[in-house]
């Protein structure tokens, strides 16, 4: 999510945060500035990294830019807002550039790291900190794995105050920065629970000259599941940079991604998914994308997920591995002998159906002049 919406989040518990305004539209042309302000930063606001150093198709480079000039802050806006912006994440052609958050820019005099996220391993959430905050954090767990910190939370008990002070010396806040950093933890670890987090990371956790622990920038993302307790934060999920076949895929609960190959998979369980993707390429063949149908599938949702399939050009063929259980195979092929009528299939469609009511939709008999 956007930094707008993520400073939303992070006030609802207290948390620390930079002071930030954003245009309200594209046509909002000058900003306002936060008042009082020594030095300004602006960010283009798109969901990829690598904005610093990327380029504007109006020719400004970097998408991060500091001034300590009031008057030059619509100038640079004026030069973002519209324009697409390239990063190492985008695109080749880019991304446009809609918001741009107007922030206070204050001097940090150290970064560290810290997130908040669910281990498979402990079986729930973990707190991860480092003092070398500021960069990737990759980088320093494969460097110096001595410089990472991790401490299992107990889901009854909550982050305990012991294990918050613990972590915030280990990330190097000393004296009365301690006891204000392992509050900041805290409460950090209150707006995970809160909004249904899988992962909270601020990164840097800064302290500034003047004594104050700060999250200067952060990330959240969220657990899908709690999305029918989440309508809040759901409704700000701005959907206008995701792939317009993913969410519609997202409408029919279908998880898709799409791929650069020709053939296309048509399967149940993101394992199987995964599997069928490699046995393609294994032999010879490129998947045109990753479909997952999930378990409770209706006929329908069969019958969209050809649509979605089938609209794609580059798809030449269409590979179909089910592997029946929780998954009624009688549906699976009604929903497919649907498509094939009704979207007048025309390119091969090779079916695998395994398992529960596999007589049943044996006896269905696919009939489409391509299908095996």
Request: proline share 5%; hydrophobic share 40%.
């Amino acid at each position: 999510m956007q930094t707008p919406i993520i400073a939303w989040i992070l006030n609802l518990k207290c948390v620390t945060f930079l002071f930030f305004l954003c245009p309200p539209s594209l046509y909002h042309h000058v900003p306002v500035c936060p008042s009082d302000a020594k030095e300004i930063v602006l960010k283009a606001q798109i969901l990829a990294g690598g904005r610093g150093k990327g380029v504007f198709d109006s020719g400004l480079k970097g998408g991060v830019h500091l001034t300590k000039d009031p008057a030059v802050v619509g100038e640079l806006a004026n030069k973002m807002l519209g324009f697409n912006l390239t990063t190492k994440q985008t695109p080749k052609d880019g991304v446009k550039v809609k918001t741009v958050m107007v922030a206070e820019a204050l001097d940090i005099s150290r970064e560290t790291y810290f997130a908040i996220l669910m281990d498979r391993s402990c079986n729930g959430p973990v707190m991860v900190g480092s003092p070398q905050g500021g960069m990737d954090i990759e980088e320093v767990a494969a460097s110096t794995p001595e410089l990472i910190f991790k401490e299992v939370i107990d889901i009854f008990e909550g982050v305990r105050d012991e294990q918050a002070l613990r972590m915030a010396a280990n990330l190097g806040f000393k004296g009365p920065l301690q006891r204000q950093a392992a509050d900041q933890i805290k409460r950090l670890y209150d707006l995970f629970l809160k909004v249904d987090a899988t992962q909270v990371e601020v990164n840097p956790l800064g302290e500034t000259p003047e004594g104050q622990v700060v999250c200067f920038d952060a990330k959240i993302n969220f657990d899908d599941n709690a999305e029918f307790r989440q309508k809040a934060v759901f409704a700000m999920d701005d959907m206008t940079e995701s792939d317009p076949t993913e969410t519609e895929a997202a409408k029919w609960d279908l998880k898709y991604i799409g791929l650069d190959g020709n053939i296309a998979c048509f399967v149940n369980g993101a394992g199987l998914a995964m599997a069928t993707c490699d046995i393609i390429d294994l032999h010879g063949g490129k998947p045109a994308n990753f479909l997952d149908l999930g378990g409770g599938v209706k006929e329908r949702q069969v019958y969209e997920a050809f649509k979605l399939l089938t609209a794609d050009p580059k798809v030449e063929a269409i590979l179909v591995n089910i592997f029946g259980g929780i998954v009624n195979c009688a549906i699976i092929a009604n929903g497919i002998t649907k498509a094939c009528r009704e979207l007048e299939l025309k390119v091969p469609l090779v079916v695998r159906l395994e398992g529960k009511k596999k007589k049943k939709k044996k006896k269905k008999q696919l009939r489409h002049p391509f299908c095996f």
